[in-house]
C-alpha cells in the first residue's frame, strides 16, 4: 500500500508546486506603461472626506506644491498640496455636477458636465466665495468631463457624448480661447479617431467614454483618459492616436482626472466611494 500511495503523492505535491508557480508568475506581471512612467507603482494621496468624489485635477503652469481639484457635486474648488490633508476651498457657484478644472492666464476655468463653463481669476483664492462667470453657448449640447488649459490660453475641452457626433467612431475636442479678463472665444475643433484605438486594442467595437485629458510637457503628447473603459489613450500633438494602454482596475477604481506638473510627473485622480477613499495617484517620471 505504501508503495502505491507514492505516485499519487508526488503527483499532487507537483500539482501544487506548478500551481504555486503559476500564482507567482500572475502576482509579478505588470500591466505596459508609458514610456518613462512605471503605471503599477504610484505614490498614493488618500483624500479625507470632503474629496471622496474627486474628480478633475488641474496644477498652475505645473507648480507641483499646489493642486486644484473639485467633487462633482458642489460649485467649490479645492486647493492643496499634495499629501497634505489640509485643504482650502473657494464657493464659485451652486450645487451642480462638475466634472473637471483647468488653469491657464490666471484665470480658473471649471466645467460642468452640460457643457457649461464658469471662470474667475485666480486673485479670487484669497475669499472664501467668488463671483464666477458663467459662459454658456460655447459648446454644443451633450455631456463633458475633460478639460485642459494651456500656458498660452488655450482651454480643450473633451466631449463624452455629444449631439454633434452622428457615429460613434470619434471623439470631438473643443478648443476655446481663454483672454485676461476670463472670456472665453471659439478656436476651433480637433477629433480623436475611435476606430485607431479599436485597432491599437484589437477590439472590433468599443464604445469610448474619455473622461480627462492632459499634455505632457516633456512630449507635448496628449494623455486622454478613460474611467469606463479603463483606458489611457496617448496621442501626438495632432490629436493621432499613436498607443493605448489597459489600466489596471485594482489600481485605477474610477479614474476621473489627470494632470502633468512641470518636472514631467504623471498625476492621475480616482473617484471613491463608501468602502474606499478618492486618491490621487503620482507615477514619478524616471529620469
Known amino acids: 500500500m505504501k508503495n502505491l500511495f507514492k505516485p499519487i ?29 512605471d503605471l503599477n507603482k504610484p505614490v498614493k494621496y488618500n483624500m479625507p472626506d470632503a474629496l471622496t468624489e474627486i474628480s478633475g485635477i488641474a496644477f498652475n503652469q505645473g507648480d507641483p506644491n499646489v493642486l486644484y481639484a473639485e467633487q462633482d457635486e458642489e460649485g467649490v474648488l479645492f486647493y492643496f498640496k499634495p499629501g497634505s490633508n489640509n485643504l482650502k476651498t473657494i464657493r464659485f457657484a451652486g450645487h451642480g455636477d462638475y466634472e473637471d478644472v483647468a488653469i491657464s492666464n490666471q484665470q480658473v476655468v471649471m466645467l460642468r458636465s452640460d457643457g457649461k463653463l464658469y471662470t474667475f481669476p485666480l486673485t479670487g483664492l484669497k475669499n472664501s466665495e467668488v463671483d464666477a462667470v458663467k459662459q454658456k453657448d460655447l459648446l454644443p449640447g451633450g455631456e463633458y468631463e475633460g478639460l485642459y488649459g494651456d500656458n498660452d490660453g488655450s482651454i480643450y475641452a473633451l466631449c463624452k457624448h ?6 460613434s467612431k470619434t471623439t470631438t475636442i473643443f478648443t476655446l480661447k481663454l483672454a485676461a479678463d476670463g472670456t472665453l472665444s471659439d478656436a476651433g475643433q480637433n477629433t480623436i479617431d475611435v476606430k ?27 494623455y486622454i483618459l478613460s474611467s469606463v473603459n479603463k483606458l489611457l489613450v496617448i496621442a501626438g500633438s495632432n490629436w493621432d ?14 479614474p476621473e482626472g489627470i494632470a502633468f506638473d512641470r518636472d514631467g510627473n504623471l498625476y492621475i485622480s480616482n ?4 468602502l474606499r477613499p478618492g486618491n490621487v495617484l503620482k507615477f514619478m517620471l524616471k529620469k
Open 9 to 37: 503523492y508526488l503527483y499532487i505535491i507537483s500539482c501544487i508546486c506548478l500551481f504555486c508557480i503559476h500564482c507567482t508568475g500572475q502576482q509579478k506581471r505588470k500591466s505596459p506603461s508609458p514610456a518613462g512612467y
Open 162 to 167: 455629444c449631439s454633434i457626433e452622428k457615429t
Open 196 to 222: 485607431k484605438i479599436e485597432q491599437l486594442l484589437g477590439a472590433k467595437k468599443i464604445a469610448f467614454h474619455p473622461s480627462a485629458l492632459a499634455k505632457n510637457p516633456k512630449t507635448g503628447e496628449w
Open 241 to 254: 492616436v499613436k498607443t493605448v494602454y489597459r489600466l489596471d482596475p485594482a489600481i485605477f477604481g474610477q
Open 271 to 274: 473617484e471613491g466611494d463608501q
